[in-house]
Structures are given as C-alpha cells and as structure tokens.
C-alpha cells in the first residue's frame, strides 16, 4: 500500500513538473534570449536516478522536482551564467522533475535564440522577387540661348543671325516633335540659359515647369524666345554650370516618385564661371563638376551637342559631362552629337526611351530585406551589375530606390526581347 501511494505521488509530481515546463518554455520562447535560466532546463530534463531539484549552478530550478524516478536529476544546469534574465529556455524540463519554477536567476548573455530581435528579422525575411516599377520619367530641357545659336551649322556667323538657317531654329522643331509625341508618357519641363537680365543671367525659376500634356505649353515658350525670322532672341552667353545647378534643385522640389533627368542641350563650351570677371573665360571643369553633383543628388543628364564639330575642345569637354552625368551614349563621343533637325529628333528619342523605359523603380523592400541587397532579372536570367554603365545595371540614383539598365539590356526592353525586369530581393545572412 505505501509503495502503490508513493507511486501515485511520484506520477503527480513528473506530470506537475511536465506542467510547469511547458509553460516557462512559451514564455521563454516568446521573449527570446537564449539557453538563460537554464538551470530549469536542465535540472528538469534530470538524470536517470535520484533527488531532481537541486539543478542548476545558480538558479531556484527544480525546486520541488522528487518527480526523478533515478539518478542526479537536476545537477548540470548551467542556470544564471548565460542568456538574459530568465528568458529562453527556462524551465524546459518535466522529463525528470518538476523543474518547471527554474531558470530565474539567468543574467549574463548567452546563446540567443530565434527569439530575439536578430531572430525576428530573419524569421520575417523571405526571399522575394517581383516586379521592377515602371513609371512616367520628370524631364527637364535645358536649353542654351546663347547668341552663338543664332550661327548656322558650320557655327559661322550671319549678319544680323542666321535666321532659319540658324542652330536655333534647326532645334527647335525637332523639340517640338519629341515633346508632343511624347507628352503622355512623359512629364516635360524647360529652362533656357541665359533667362534673366544681362548676358550670364540665370534665374531660379523655369520657363515652363514639369507637368503631363505640356507639349503645347514648351511650344510657346519656344516661340516667345524665337524671331519671326528664326533667331533666338536676348542671345547671351553660355552660363552652363549655374543653369545644371538650377535644374538639379528644380527637381529636387518635385514630390512625385518618377525618375527625374536633366536634358541639357547646348553648343558650344560653357562661361560665365561664377565669381570670375572675364566672362567669356572656359567654364567647363566647373560645370563637369555641376552635373556630376547632379547625378549625386539622382539626377542623371544626358547630355545633347548642337554643331559642335567645329568648336575646339568642344567634344572632350561635353563629353566629360555626359560621362559625369551618368547617361553617356555607347562609342564617341560620349554625348549626342546632332547638326540637323533629323538628327536631334533621333537623339531626343533615344534619350526618351533610355528614361522612359531604362530606368524603374525598386519599390519598397520586404520586411527584413535591404536595397543595398537586391539582383535584377530580365526574362528570369540575372542582369550583371555594372557601375561603368555600359551593359547591365546600376542604380539609377543616390538614395537606390531606381535602377537603370544599360547597353543590349535596355536595348532589349526597349524592342520588346525582354519583356519582364523582375527585382529580386535577398534575406540577410543569419546571425
């Protein structure tokens, strides 16, 4: 009889210990931290004979665990030497005793489990892929008006302009051209350079801001700036560097989600060198450095040369500023280089459909994802990233919210071969 009642008791005592632990061991889990208060956890999972409850180096473990049915249970804990206060593991035990008040006294760090922040993370993150954004790209046209516009294609000079003949008046109906055929796919804008009084001038403002449907709107402007024979008219100098700058802070004030471009369109070197008394003096490493900030701020400019062949220095030094701005053409020289109508009505359309289809959005990373940590796929088949912007991808901006695509890559997508640009998005290494 007393053997049969001491068998029930200990049957009591292990389920209440089965209990207990069970119960510490969601709590632990769900604070996260570690084998701390391990002293429970092992003192419950105690031995094969003998007196559980003594568990643990340091913690209150076990302390009513005769549920033991042989052995030391209860004597390897290593509880309060590792993981935080009392969470973790804490009070895993039932195995052996009735460890499961163990594992209180946990204060130093140890191993973290799945429970911490580091944990939640990973455990949020999945591998995801999905599509790259598209959406209408914010051009803003950055003419020169300056007087050398009003020579003809060779850049020699006409007494009083050289009218309809003049390099103002051959772009200014391939402007036109692309600007109305476009307007609904993109969001145009113009400055002219020099725009305000005296022949550096060059006002904070544009003459027309970025806006949808604007064809018209540019289209008068064009004509309040133009002759009746076809001149530009206030023709000045080439203030190039400070108009980069204007643009670059015009966009910066936008507050749509697109990508924003730079379209600046001129003939010549720039002057006008801020702080500089000879106005007529070679301006084009400050205006390198003008555009190049530009792209910083994720504002690209593709960079467009209006009869410059027979301009010296002319082509290095616009092509430094095409490279600088991120958007350089394939082969050389590294802007556009146009001398007709025809030839900018090409240009402007490349450059439409480098910006309009070349550069998406990223979107907003999954929970537990980066977008420093990103590939990019056409058509299921990982795109290369290229920094040189020759072929592959790169970041399109300085915050990484867009990517641009470059070389047969976008010329792929523009023609229609790749039909899908996926951005996949990869998990943080555990840990």
């Not at 309060?80 to 760090?109: I, L």
């Not at 002759?227 to 000045?236: H, I, L, M």
């Not at 504002?299 to 701005?325: E, H, N, R, Y």
């Amino acid at each position: 009889m007393r053997l049969r009642a001491g068998l029930v008791f200990s049957l009591m005592a292990l389920l209440a210990g089965c209990g207990g632990g069970s119960s510490k061991n969601d709590d632990g889990g769900g604070k996260g931290g570690g084998a701390a208060g391990a002293g429970g956890a092992s003192a419950g999972r105690g031995g094969a004979s003998g007196g559980a409850g003594t568990g643990g180096d340091s913690s209150a473990a076990g302390t009513s665990g005769s549920a033991g049915t042989s052995g030391s249970a209860g004597t390897s804990g290593s509880a309060g030497t590792s993981g935080a206060a009392g969470a973790g593991m804490a009070g895993v035990g039932g195995a052996g005793g009735a460890a499961g008040t163990g594992g209180v006294a946990g204060t130093g760090g140890g191993t973290v489990d799945a429970g911490d922040d580091g944990g939640q993370d990973a455990a949020m993150c999945t591998p995801v892929e999905r599509p790259a954004l598209h959406g209408a790209p914010d051009i803003l046209i950055v003419l020169d008006a300056s007087g050398s516009m009003n020579n003809d294609l060779n850049d020699m000079a006409c007494s009083n302009g050289c009218g309809l003949n003049s390099k103002w008046a051959q772009m200014v109906p391939a402007i036109n051209q692309i600007v109305a055929a476009t307007e609904s796919s993109v969001n145009w804008g113009l400055k002219f350079f020099a725009d305000t009084n005296g022949t550096c001038g060059v006002g904070s403002g544009v003459a027309v801001p970025i806006a949808p449907q604007n064809a018209a709107v540019i289209a008068a402007a064009l004509a309040g700036r133009t002759t009746a024979d076809g001149n530009v008219t206030n023709g000045s100098r080439t203030p190039t560097r400070v108009a980069e700058t204007v643009a670059a802070n015009v966009l910066s004030t936008l507050t749509d989600s697109n990508p924003r471009f730079i379209l600046l369109a001129t003939d010549g070197l720039p002057n006008c060198a801020p702080g500089v008394s000879d106005q007529a003096a070679d301006d084009s490493a400050g205006t390198v450095t003008a555009v190049s900030d530009a792209a910083g701020r994720g504002f690209a400019t593709f960079v467009v040369g209006i009869a410059t062949a027979s301009i010296p220095f002319a082509d290095q030094a616009l092509s430094q500023m095409a490279v600088a701005g991120g958007r350089a053409r394939s082969g050389t020289p590294a802007y556009y280089p146009v001398g007709s109508t025809s030839e900018l009505v090409t240009a402007l359309d490349g450059i439409v459909g480098q910006a309009g289809t070349c550069t998406l959005g990223i979107g907003e990373p999954p929970p537990g994802s980066s977008l420093e940590a990103i590939s990019v796929r056409a058509n299921g088949t990982t795109v290369a990233r290229d920094t040189n912007h020759l072929a592959g991808w790169d970041y399109a901006d300085a915050a990484h919210t867009s990517i641009a695509l470059f070389g047969p890559t976008c010329t792929a997508l523009r023609n229609g071969t790749v039909q899908s640009i996926t951005i996949a998005f990869a998990c943080p290494p555990a840990g």
